[in-house]
């Protein structure tokens, strides 16, 4: 079956690694990275990297819990190889739980997570050099094997040390096999 990068308007068409920022469990200081980030305009498309079902849609990130954070909402998806796709820092889902997407249709666009107002000196490190660099809007992605359960503290896809998500896996591997290829479709609502 077919599987689609699910950025296709992104900036890069190579992932971060080894430490980079938004690198798959780069080191934050008092945190770890729980995905990929893959920057792209605010808006973009977010597509489907495979079929499954729409088990969970929700808030990410608000400025209640951090104040340079914007409102961003995330998605899960269930497929039926037991993975399950999160797809986190979008402006907006296009999906609802109990949907059925199917591989490449859009679920959502990206968001902006980081208020570049709210960015003080005091910010951590890393949330300065994005803005700096402007990188605030993008697709936060994480993989699980099955349900992702949180341990510990887990808070806008950085997990507190020393505690990782169970079932939490490096999506990095798999998002290389689809870098970038499929134009994106609609996205299909389950009856």
Not at 8 to 25: A, M, N
Not at 132 to 147: A, C, P, Q, T, V
Request: proline content about 8%.
């Amino acid at each position: 079956m077919v599987k689609f990068w699910p950025v296709p308007g992104s900036f890069r068409r190579s992932l971060p690694t080894g430490g980079e920022p938004g690198s798959f469990w780069e080191d934050r200081g008092d945190r770890n990275h729980c995905g990929i980030d893959i920057y792209a305009p605010r808006k973009s498309a977010v597509v489907a990297i495979d079929s499954g079902r729409v088990s969970e849609v929700g808030v990410f990130t608000s400025p209640h819990d951090v104040p340079y954070w914007n409102v961003t909402c995330y998605v899960l998806i269930s497929h039926d190889d037991g993975l399950t796709s999160k797809y986190a820092e979008l402006e907006e889902s296009l999906v609802k739980a109990g949907d059925i997407a199917k591989a490449g249709d859009v679920i959502g666009r990206v968001g902006c997570v980081l208020n570049p107002k709210k960015i003080t000196s005091k910010s951590p490190l890393y949330v300065q050099l994005l803005k700096k660099n402007g990188n605030s809007s993008m697709l936060h992605f994480e993989l699980y094997r099955g349900i992702p359960l949180q341990t510990g503290t887990y808070l806008g896809g950085n997990a507190f040390k020393p505690s990782r998500p169970l079932n939490l896996l490096d999506p990095g591997p798999l998002l290389d096999e689809l870098i970038p290829r499929h134009a994106a479709r609609p996205v299909r609502r389950a009856l």
